[in-house]
């Protein structure tokens, strides 16, 4: 049995295969007529085996890797879900009359074009219909239960954009189906050219419309977004001969400028762009001095 003893210490260097031939040969024979040592190497490969597995896991950083990849893209989604969420929070919360109300304007614009075969009625309705829409979606005058709105966690310029989104992106629909209706008349290149005579403007205007609601008052800035957004259709020529201005080429080249300036479609948009800031920045001041003052 002295054996014995002597083969369990060269147990675990049998099991990592470091034992000369002679003494392997000797343990191996041993083993046959030892149970005790037989199951003793069965525990020594299980632990080898254990440290082995333990090792793998500690070099796959690939593993790390792609669970952290998965989970920044869980979060990615998460952002996209939950602005989605606070969109729809708001829907219920924008004025109700403003979704037959638009539906109705321009389905009234619709109707005009069709009957004086005046396709421009419609391009001078759109943008004028989507403002009014926007001048009321925030403040306390258009909504009563915006103080409780503002005591929720949400910021007010997230609010702000929340609504802004609904209502623009309603009144953009709509004016999309009333210029699309427009192809049972004219043809689909004289239909795009409608919907880019009116997208600009639209865009611009309801970024205007928005911040002066914000900055002055809803009714101030309907009013000045209408005379500004109108302007650009009065007779110059006219004009000029009625009223014998004196400057008559400088008033003409003054309008002409003017009307220029609403067909510009990327100055619009980025003009809208920098608006809708602005109009972030005044929705969170005037939240803020509303929960002050609440
Ligand atoms: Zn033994």
Redesign the pocket.
């Known amino acids: 049995m002295g ?2 003893s002597q ?2 210490e060269s147990l675990p260097l049998f099991v990592s295969g470091t034992l000369d031939d002679a003494q392997r040969r000797a343990l191996e024979n ?1 083993l046959t007529h ?1 149970s ?2 037989r199951s003793e190497v069965a525990l020594w490969r299980q632990v080898a085996y254990q440290v082995a597995d333990a090792n793998r896991n500690l070099d796959a950083p690939s593993i790390a890797v792609e669970r952290a990849l998965a989970e920044i893209r869980g979060r990615r989604k998460n952002i996209v879900w939950r602005a989605f969420e606070l969109v729809r929070a708001q829907v219920p919360l924008v004025r109700g009359e403003m979704w037959p109300s638009s539906a109705a304007v321009m389905a009234i614009g619709v109707i005009i074009a069709t009957i004086v075969k005046e396709v421009t009625i419609l391009q001078m309705l759109a943008p004028m219909v989507a403002a009014a829409s926007v001048a009321v979606i925030y403040g306390p005058e258009n909504d009563p239960a915006l103080e409780l709105t503002l005591a929720t966690a949400t910021s007010p310029w997230k609010i702000l954009l929340a609504r802004l989104t609904i209502v623009f992106g309603y009144n953009l629909v709509l004016a999309l189906a009333a210029s699309g209706g427009m192809l049972l008349f004219l043809p689909a290149n004289l239909v795009a050219s409608l919907i880019v005579g009116w997208f600009g403007p639209m865009t611009f205007l309801c970024a205007a419309a928005l911040v002066l609601a914000l900055w002055v008052n809803t009714g101030n800035a309907i009013a000045v977004t209408y005379v500004a957004w109108l302007a650009q259709f009065l007779p110059g020529q006219e004009i000029a001969t009625d009223f014998r201005l004196g400057g008559m080429s400088l008033f003409i080249a003054f309008l002409n400028a003017y009307r220029q300036f609403w067909s510009s479609p990327p100055v619009l948009v980025a003009l809208a762009v920098g608006l809708v800031v602005i109009a972030g920045w005044l929705g969170g001041r005037q939240g803020q001095r509303l929960t002050r003052a609440a």
């Open positions: 054996d014995h083969y369990i041993h030892c005790a040592c």
